[in-house]
């Protein structure tokens, strides 16, 4: 089974127009897609993917969120906490416990704030893993089956400079190491240019 939650072909030239930051909790991963690199996508959109048991791999939920560059996410077990900066630092923490209605708990803006890597770090970690195939075992309350998440990517040369293809899966495995399920999350293309 294959659902497909983001995919595109744009061309960008830096990790500021990038997406799909990620983090991971016990029985869920959470990412985010940006309508400008992902077209797809009807603004910036944090997800929710969850495994366990009884449903598999299965999509849990979003919610939009303002448009700016992550520099933070952190996934517990019942919130998520997105922040970074777009016009101006901004900053959400989402209640995700209700399935198909996440709620904003809180959401500051701070215009005087700036970027400082030596405490706004680190960076999350992205879908679209620069340094090539990354897998992650996921936790999960489910004792008979095993999750992964599965980052794969690769580079082609094109007249003018070069493609970078990316792929997120999360798969079910029964114990004995079988693929009973694998779902693609996350999908995308970026031309870099020669310029």
């Known amino acids: 089974m294959l659902l497909l939650l983001?995919?595109?072909l744009i061309a960008y030239?830096?990790?500021g127009d990038s997406d799909g930051a990620f983090c991971l909790a016990k029985g869920y991963l959470?990412?985010?897609v940006q309508a400008h690199v992902t077209p797809e996508a009807k603004g910036h959109i944090l997800k929710v993917v969850r495994f366990d048991a009884q449903q598999g791999i299965y999509s849990a939920g979003e919610k939009v969120v303002q448009d700016f560059v992550v520099h933070k996410m952190v996934c517990d077990q019942n919130q998520i906490e997105i922040s970074g900066w777009g016009k101006f630092y901004e900053?959400?923490?989402i209640d995700i416990r209700e399935p198909r209605n996440f709620h904003v708990?809180?959401?500051s803006?701070?215009?005087s704030r700036r970027f400082d890597p030596s405490k706004d770090g680190p960076e999350p970690r992205m879908l679209w893993d620069e340094h090539g195939p990354t897998t992650f075992s996921l936790e999960s309350v489910d004792p008979n089956h095993r999750y992964t998440l599965v980052i794969t990517r690769w580079?082609?040369?094109?007249e003018g400079g070069f493609e970078h293809h990316s792929?997120?899966?999360?798969?079910r495995l029964d114990l004995q190491g079988k693929f009973l399920q694998r779902v693609l999350i996350y999908e995308n293309t970026f031309l870099e240019t020669a310029d």
């Open 6 to 8: 983001a995919a595109g």
């Open 13 to 15: 030239p830096a990790f």
């Open 30 to 32: 959470a990412y985010e």
């Open 91 to 93: 900053k959400y923490l």
């Open 105 to 107: 708990i809180e959401h």
């Open 109 to 111: 803006e701070d215009p």
């Open 155 to 158: 580079d082609k040369e094109v």
């Open 167 to 171: 792929k997120a899966e999360v798969t």
